[in-house]
Protein backbone atom coordinates (compact mmCIF):
# COMPACT_ATOMS: atom_id res chain seq x y z
CA UNK A 1 0.00 0.00 0.00
CA UNK A 2 3.36 2.24 0.73
CA UNK A 3 4.37 1.99 -2.39
CA UNK A 4 0.67 2.42 -4.31
CA UNK A 5 0.74 6.21 -1.98
CA UNK A 6 4.18 7.43 -2.37
CA UNK A 7 2.77 10.93 -1.97
CA UNK A 8 0.27 9.94 0.87
CA UNK A 9 3.22 8.98 2.75
CA UNK A 10 5.77 11.01 2.15
CA UNK A 11 2.97 13.89 3.65
CA UNK A 12 2.70 11.75 6.51
CA UNK A 13 6.57 11.43 6.91
CA UNK A 14 6.84 15.30 6.81
CA UNK A 15 6.76 16.92 9.99
CA UNK A 16 4.09 19.25 10.93
CA UNK A 17 4.52 22.78 10.69
CA UNK B 1 -21.18 1.49 22.49
CA UNK B 2 -21.83 -0.94 25.16
CA UNK B 3 -18.28 -2.43 25.47
CA UNK B 4 -16.07 0.91 25.61
CA UNK B 5 -12.94 0.22 27.82
CA UNK B 6 -13.94 1.58 31.54
CA UNK B 7 -10.45 3.49 32.08
CA UNK B 8 -11.12 6.36 29.74
CA UNK B 9 -11.58 9.09 32.44
CA UNK B 10 -13.24 12.60 32.30
CA UNK B 11 -9.87 14.17 31.85
CA UNK B 12 -8.26 11.96 29.15
CA UNK B 13 -11.67 12.72 27.48
CA UNK B 14 -11.38 16.61 27.77
CA UNK B 15 -7.62 16.40 26.47
CA UNK B 16 -8.41 14.88 23.44
CA UNK B 17 -11.33 17.00 22.53
CA UNK B 18 -8.79 19.82 22.86
CA UNK B 19 -6.18 18.26 20.88
CA UNK B 20 -8.95 17.62 18.20
CA UNK B 21 -10.21 21.24 18.22
CA UNK B 22 -6.65 22.22 18.13
CA UNK B 23 -5.95 20.47 15.31
CA UNK B 24 -8.98 21.92 13.73
CA UNK B 25 -8.46 24.73 13.85
CA UNK B 26 -4.64 25.17 12.85
CA UNK B 27 -5.37 22.84 9.34
CA UNK B 28 -9.03 23.95 8.54
CA UNK B 29 -8.26 25.61 5.08
CA UNK B 30 -10.41 28.73 6.09
CA UNK B 31 -10.95 30.77 9.36
CA UNK B 32 -14.78 31.03 9.61
CA UNK B 33 -14.21 35.00 9.56
CA UNK B 34 -12.71 35.08 6.36
CA UNK B 35 -16.07 32.56 4.93
CA UNK B 36 -18.23 35.10 6.81
CA UNK B 37 -16.80 38.17 4.92
CA UNK B 38 -16.89 36.62 1.93
CA UNK B 39 -20.62 35.42 1.98
CA UNK B 40 -21.87 38.41 -0.30
CA UNK B 41 -19.32 37.65 -2.50
CA UNK B 42 -21.40 34.86 -5.26
CA UNK B 43 -20.87 34.56 -8.85
CA UNK B 44 -22.07 37.18 -11.36
CA UNK B 45 -24.43 35.65 -13.81
CA UNK B 46 -21.50 36.06 -16.41
CA UNK B 47 -18.93 34.55 -14.17
CA UNK B 48 -21.02 31.71 -13.84
CA UNK B 49 -21.68 31.41 -17.80
CA UNK B 50 -17.72 31.34 -17.64
CA UNK B 51 -17.53 27.79 -15.82
CA UNK B 52 -20.42 27.00 -17.68
CA UNK B 53 -18.66 27.51 -21.12
CA UNK B 54 -15.22 25.82 -20.02
CA UNK B 55 -14.30 22.47 -21.76
CA UNK B 56 -15.49 19.95 -19.61
CA UNK B 57 -11.85 18.61 -18.99
CA UNK B 58 -10.85 21.89 -17.75
CA UNK B 59 -13.60 22.40 -14.96
CA UNK B 60 -12.92 18.89 -14.19
CA UNK B 61 -9.45 19.58 -13.55
CA UNK B 62 -10.01 22.50 -11.67
CA UNK B 63 -11.92 20.65 -8.98
CA UNK B 64 -9.66 17.84 -8.61
CA UNK B 65 -7.24 20.32 -7.75
CA UNK B 66 -9.43 22.24 -5.58
CA UNK B 67 -10.52 18.58 -4.03
CA UNK B 68 -6.84 17.60 -3.74
CA UNK B 69 -5.76 21.37 -1.47
CA UNK B 70 -8.47 20.64 0.51
CA UNK B 71 -7.28 17.33 1.31
CA UNK B 72 -3.36 18.30 1.86
CA UNK B 73 -5.10 19.98 5.11
CA UNK B 74 -7.00 16.73 6.18
CA UNK B 75 -3.51 15.52 5.90
CA UNK B 76 -2.29 17.32 7.98
CA UNK B 77 -5.68 17.24 10.98
CA UNK B 78 -5.18 13.72 10.59
CA UNK B 79 -1.21 14.17 11.83
CA UNK B 80 -2.21 16.49 14.59
CA UNK B 81 -5.13 14.26 16.06
CA UNK B 82 -3.48 12.20 19.18
CA UNK B 83 -2.74 8.68 18.31
CA UNK B 84 -3.18 9.16 14.65
CA UNK B 85 0.53 8.62 14.05
CA UNK B 86 1.13 5.59 16.65
CA UNK B 87 -0.89 3.68 14.32
CA UNK B 88 1.02 1.63 11.29
CA UNK B 89 1.74 3.19 8.22
CA UNK B 90 -0.57 1.28 6.52
CA UNK B 91 -3.54 1.65 8.48
CA UNK B 92 -2.69 6.04 8.42
CA UNK B 93 -2.99 5.13 4.42
CA UNK B 94 -5.68 3.00 4.58
CA UNK B 95 -7.81 5.57 6.72
CA UNK B 96 -6.98 8.85 5.06
CA UNK B 97 -7.50 6.64 1.39
CA UNK B 98 -11.08 6.23 2.22
CA UNK B 99 -12.04 8.98 4.75
CA UNK B 100 -10.16 12.21 3.76
CA UNK B 101 -12.77 13.09 0.96
CA UNK B 102 -15.48 11.97 3.38
CA UNK B 103 -13.99 15.07 5.69
CA UNK B 104 -13.89 17.26 2.80
CA UNK B 105 -17.03 17.31 2.72
CA UNK B 106 -18.04 17.39 6.31
CA UNK B 107 -16.20 20.54 6.28
CA UNK B 108 -18.03 22.36 2.89
CA UNK B 109 -20.50 23.20 5.60
CA UNK B 110 -18.39 25.51 7.00
CA UNK B 111 -18.11 26.93 3.76
CA UNK B 112 -21.84 26.82 2.99
CA UNK B 113 -23.72 29.68 2.78
CA UNK B 114 -27.37 28.09 3.24
CA UNK B 115 -29.67 30.59 2.31
CA UNK B 116 -29.12 31.20 -1.58
CA UNK B 117 -27.36 27.64 -1.84
CA UNK B 118 -24.09 28.45 -2.54
CA UNK B 119 -20.67 26.64 -1.65
CA UNK B 120 -16.91 29.00 -1.27
CA UNK B 121 -14.93 27.72 -4.72
CA UNK B 122 -12.29 29.78 -6.43
CA UNK B 123 -12.83 32.68 -4.75
CA UNK B 124 -16.39 33.58 -4.25
CA UNK B 125 -19.59 31.59 -3.46
CA UNK B 126 -21.07 29.17 -6.28
CA UNK B 127 -24.30 27.66 -6.86
CA UNK B 128 -25.06 24.15 -7.95
CA UNK B 129 -25.27 25.87 -11.42
CA UNK B 130 -21.60 26.62 -12.21
CA UNK B 131 -20.22 23.16 -11.90
CA UNK B 132 -22.96 22.20 -15.31
CA UNK B 133 -20.60 21.29 -16.78
CA UNK B 134 -18.76 18.42 -15.16
CA UNK B 135 -21.80 16.14 -16.33
CA UNK B 136 -22.45 14.94 -12.33
CA UNK B 137 -25.54 16.77 -11.59
CA UNK B 138 -26.65 14.39 -9.23
CA UNK B 139 -23.32 14.64 -7.27
CA UNK B 140 -23.35 17.76 -7.25
CA UNK B 141 -27.13 18.15 -5.63
CA UNK B 142 -26.02 15.47 -3.24
CA UNK B 143 -23.19 17.08 -2.00
CA UNK B 144 -25.29 20.33 -1.57
CA UNK B 145 -27.84 18.73 0.06
CA UNK B 146 -25.70 17.04 2.67
CA UNK B 147 -23.50 20.58 3.42
CA UNK B 148 -27.42 22.00 3.75
CA UNK B 149 -28.62 19.04 6.00
CA UNK B 150 -25.01 19.54 8.45
CA UNK B 151 -25.58 22.95 8.34
CA UNK B 152 -29.01 22.63 9.96
CA UNK B 153 -27.84 20.50 12.70
CA UNK B 154 -25.63 24.02 14.02
CA UNK B 155 -22.63 22.15 15.36
CA UNK B 156 -19.93 23.78 17.00
CA UNK B 157 -16.42 24.27 15.40
CA UNK B 158 -15.69 21.89 18.53
CA UNK B 159 -18.35 19.44 17.40
CA UNK B 160 -17.30 19.32 13.74
CA UNK B 161 -13.73 18.78 14.76
CA UNK B 162 -14.37 15.91 17.19
CA UNK B 163 -17.48 14.63 14.16
CA UNK B 164 -14.54 14.80 11.71
CA UNK B 165 -12.15 12.67 13.59
CA UNK B 166 -14.85 10.35 14.47
CA UNK B 167 -15.14 9.39 10.47
CA UNK B 168 -11.23 9.88 9.69
CA UNK B 169 -11.07 6.78 12.75
CA UNK B 170 -13.75 4.76 11.35
CA UNK B 171 -12.18 1.10 12.80
CA UNK B 172 -14.66 -0.63 9.35
CA UNK B 173 -12.58 0.25 6.78
CA UNK B 174 -11.18 -2.64 4.55
CA UNK B 175 -7.69 -3.56 4.86
CA UNK B 176 -6.88 -2.63 8.52
CA UNK B 177 -3.68 -3.99 9.88
CA UNK B 178 -4.45 -2.77 13.38
CA UNK B 179 -8.33 -2.94 13.79
CA UNK B 180 -8.48 -2.74 17.18
CA UNK B 181 -5.91 0.25 17.75
CA UNK B 182 -8.13 2.03 15.13
CA UNK B 183 -11.52 0.82 17.12
CA UNK B 184 -9.88 2.29 20.45
CA UNK B 185 -8.88 5.41 19.36
CA UNK B 186 -12.72 5.77 17.46
CA UNK B 187 -14.46 5.42 20.44
CA UNK B 188 -12.52 7.34 22.31
CA UNK B 189 -13.33 10.32 20.11
CA UNK B 190 -17.19 9.73 19.72
CA UNK B 191 -17.07 9.59 23.76
CA UNK B 192 -15.35 13.43 23.41
CA UNK B 193 -17.73 13.98 21.22
CA UNK B 194 -20.70 12.79 23.24
CA UNK B 195 -18.95 14.35 26.25
CA UNK B 196 -18.70 18.06 24.19
CA UNK B 197 -22.68 17.54 22.52
CA UNK B 198 -23.83 16.88 26.48
CA UNK B 199 -21.64 20.36 27.86
CA UNK B 200 -23.15 21.98 25.45
CA UNK B 201 -26.93 20.74 26.38
CA UNK B 202 -27.76 19.63 22.90
CA UNK B 203 -30.24 16.68 22.70
CA UNK B 204 -29.40 12.87 22.12
CA UNK B 205 -30.47 13.26 19.16
CA UNK B 206 -27.72 15.03 17.68
CA UNK B 207 -25.68 12.22 18.14
CA UNK B 208 -27.85 9.80 16.40
CA UNK B 209 -28.28 12.25 13.41
CA UNK B 210 -24.57 12.44 12.77
CA UNK B 211 -24.20 8.56 13.05
CA UNK B 212 -26.36 8.23 10.23
CA UNK B 213 -24.65 11.04 8.28
CA UNK B 214 -22.08 7.89 8.21
CA UNK B 215 -23.80 6.50 5.44
CA UNK B 216 -24.55 9.28 3.38
CA UNK B 217 -20.89 10.13 3.32
CA UNK B 218 -19.84 7.05 2.26
CA UNK B 219 -22.83 7.03 -0.52
CA UNK B 220 -21.26 10.50 -1.68
CA UNK B 221 -17.41 9.35 -1.66
CA UNK B 222 -18.21 6.12 -3.64
CA UNK B 223 -20.71 8.48 -6.29
CA UNK B 224 -17.73 10.71 -6.65
CA UNK B 225 -15.33 7.67 -7.73
CA UNK B 226 -18.18 6.14 -9.84
CA UNK B 227 -18.16 9.51 -12.22
CA UNK B 228 -14.56 9.63 -11.71
CA UNK B 229 -14.37 6.29 -13.51
CA UNK B 230 -16.59 7.26 -16.33
CA UNK B 231 -14.90 10.63 -16.66
CA UNK B 232 -11.68 8.69 -16.79
CA UNK B 233 -12.93 6.80 -19.25
CA UNK B 234 -13.67 8.95 -21.61
CA UNK B 235 -10.58 11.32 -21.27
CA UNK B 236 -7.57 8.60 -19.87
CA UNK B 237 -4.73 11.41 -20.99
CA UNK B 238 -6.58 14.44 -19.37
CA UNK B 239 -6.79 12.60 -16.10
CA UNK B 240 -3.11 11.02 -16.56
CA UNK B 241 -1.15 14.17 -17.63
CA UNK B 242 -3.23 16.62 -16.13
CA UNK B 243 -4.63 15.69 -12.54
CA UNK B 244 -2.86 16.15 -9.36
CA UNK B 245 -0.44 13.26 -8.55
CA UNK B 246 -2.11 12.24 -5.19
CA UNK B 247 -5.29 13.16 -6.37
CA UNK B 248 -4.92 9.78 -8.90
CA UNK B 249 -3.42 8.34 -6.12
CA UNK B 250 -6.19 8.37 -3.95
CA UNK B 251 -9.16 7.83 -6.00
CA UNK B 252 -7.17 5.81 -8.89
Same mark, same amino acid.
Given at each position: LKEKHKILHQLLQNSTS | SGDMSPTVSMDELEHLAQNISKSHMETCQYLQEELQQSTWQTFLQDEVE?????????????????? !?????????????????M????????VLLKAGSLEVVFIRMCRAFDTQNNTVYFDGKYAGPEVFKV??????? !????????????????EDELALFSAFILLSSDRSWLQEKSKVEKLQQKTQLALQHMLQKHQRGE???????????TLRGLCSRHTETLSA????????????????????FG
Amino acid at each position: LKEKHKILHQLLQNSTS | SGDMSPTVSMDELEHLAQNISKSHMETCQYLQEELQQSTWQTFLQDEVECYQSKPKEVMWQLCAVKI !TEAIQYVVEFAKRIDGFMELCQNDQIVLLKAGSLEVVFIRMCRAFDTQNNTVYFDGKYAGPEVFKVLGCDDLI !TSAYDFAKSMCSLHLSEDELALFSAFILLSSDRSWLQEKSKVEKLQQKTQLALQHMLQKHQRGEEILTKLICKVSTLRGLCSRHTETLSAFRAVYPDIVRAHFPPLYKELFG
